[in-house]
């Protein structure tokens, strides 16, 4: 009897299906951002683990932290508060001593857990070095509306080329919430404002920011798991009950999208691993905001060919398609369209027009299993549906065996052979015996 083959356990296919991200993200300079709330968190060893992992795969880190909490415990001692109007907050002196005494500690702490070293542990034989300094110029926000903001400020350069300096020795760039003026003033930033502006100087790969709760959800409470920049604006506009801190991370990242950083990350910083889930599995764990759509349906390219065999491949082995050669699929590119995601061919179909009879035929729709909820395969026979209707054709055909009752669902009704087109007929294979169906769509 031939051997049985070993089946990878879960933890084999899972490395080897994130390797193409460890390749990808080498070398790559990424923007983390969270804030106090984490610091303060008991887990957040776990996340300086996973930290200083990314570091040890190549990655350059440059670390942005807050320290609310801190600062408001500070004051809270003192029997004040932080004040906030409009939105911005009120430094004065004795907040600012406040801000700078949490700040330090915030950033000692972040140092010495990346310093760990111990044996048994996920930091043994880690050498990390964390480089901080002032590498943030930043001016007063002033007075507005007749508010005197004192000593809270904004963003107004980022030595970029100092923090390349220690990005390229191998360090980690730790940036506390501070900022400072050539005439030696302090002032007390935004953290989100702080790491979009340090994203965009930098022209980072990517800014990850770790929220409170489950990041961005959407009015049923479900994960947004990817938008654009303009959607993330509308959604701004439109919502007004969003989570303090994600709808300032929000719209940071919609600045530094706009701005030229390519991807944005909102991630809620409760789930454990979630930096490692977002970034080493095609799904991730948050939201994704891109100035493109991550998951694109778009005309196929030569460049598509594997990708479409690997999708046609199972389904031609059990007889469900047809089989096509891939010298075949390169001359008939142009008639499939393919949706992509994050650079992989998660479905695809093609149209073949047969212009005379105003008919066209659809075939090859195939979904990867993995993919095969959130409809996809429904839509994307509704922008083929209209994809037809915008050449002038009014009906659309199958030729199925297995998958009548998924097309008379969605409005196939049955027919006869003699009812395609001629052309089609005479190739028409009666040993595979397949059913025809066909479906108005309107002209």
């Given amino acids: 009897m031939p051997a049985k083959k070993n089946k990878p356990d ?39 683990h996973d930290i200083a992992l990314l570091q040890g795969l190549g990655i350059r880190l440059v670390l942005v932290h807050g320290a609310r909490p801190q600062i ?28 700078k005494e949490a700040a330090g500690a915030v950033r000692v702490e972040i140092e ?42 904004e963003v107004r350069r980022i030595d970029a080329e100092a923090i390349r300096r220690q990005l390229e020795a191998g360090a980690i760039a730790l940036i506390p919430p501070l900022g400072y003026s050539p005439t030696g003033e302090v002032f007390n930033l935004g953290a989100a404002d702080l790491a979009a502006a340090t994203a965009t100087a930098l022209g980072a790969d990517k800014l990850i920011a770790l929220v409170e709760g489950r990041g961005l959800v959407d009015t049923r409470n479900r994960l947004v798991t990817n938008i654009t920049a303009r959607e993330a604006e509308a959604i701004l506009g439109r919502r007004k009950r ?18 030229g950083v390519k991807r944005i990350h909102l991630l809620g910083r409760q789930m454990d691993g979630a930096l490692l ?4 599995t095609r799904d991730g764990a948050g939201t994704l905001i891109s100035a493109e759509p991550y998951e694109d349906t778009r005309t196929a390219r030569i460049e598509d060919v594997g990708g479409i065999l690997e ?46 009879e105003a008919m066209a035929e659809l075939a090859c729709l195939v979904v990867h ?3 095969q909820h959130n409809k996809r395969g ?29 097309f008379r669902e969605r409005g196939f009704e049955p027919s006869l052979l003699q009812k395609l087109p001629m052309k089609k007929r005479q190739l028409y294979n009666y040993r595979r015996n397949a059913k025809v169906f066909i479906k108005t769509v309107g002209a």
């Fill in 10 to 48: 879960s933890f084999v296919e899972w490395f080897r299906s994130s390797s193409p991200y460890i390749h990808a993200h080498r070398g790559s300079t990424f923007v983390i951002l969270f804030g106090g709330e984490a610091v303060a968190d008991d887990a957040f060893p776990n996340l300086i």
């Fill in 72 to 99: 408001e415990q500070r004051l809270g001692r003192q029997g004040a508060g932080m004040q906030y109007i409009g939105g911005l907050r009120v430094t004065d002196d004795a907040a600012l001593a406040c801000v």
């Fill in 112 to 153: 010495a857990l990346l310093s760990m070293g111990l044996a048994n542990s996920p930091m043994a034989g880690v050498r990390i070095r964390v480089a901080s300094g002032n590498f943030v110029t930043a001016r007063p926000i002033g007075v507005r509306d007749g508010v005197d903001y004192g000593h809270t400020g």
């Fill in 242 to 259: 969003l989570p303090e801190d994600v709808a300032q991370y929000l719209r940071a990242a919609v600045r530094a999208c706009r701005r």
């Fill in 277 to 280: 889930r977002e970034l080493f």
């Fill in 311 to 356: 999708l046609l491949a199972p389904l031609e082995a059990t007889g469900k398609l047809v089989r096509r050669s891939r010298d075949l699929l390169e001359t008939e590119i142009e008639h499939f369209t393919v949706v992509e995601r994050d650079g992989m061919v998660i479905a695809c179909a093609a149209l073949y027009p047969y212009e005379r």
């Fill in 369 to 371: 299993p993995d993919y």
């Fill in 378 to 406: 429904e839509a994307l026979l509704q922008h083929l549906e209209a994809k037809a209707r915008a050449r002038g054709i009014g009906a659309l055909f199958v030729l199925t065996t297995q998958a009548a009752h998924w």
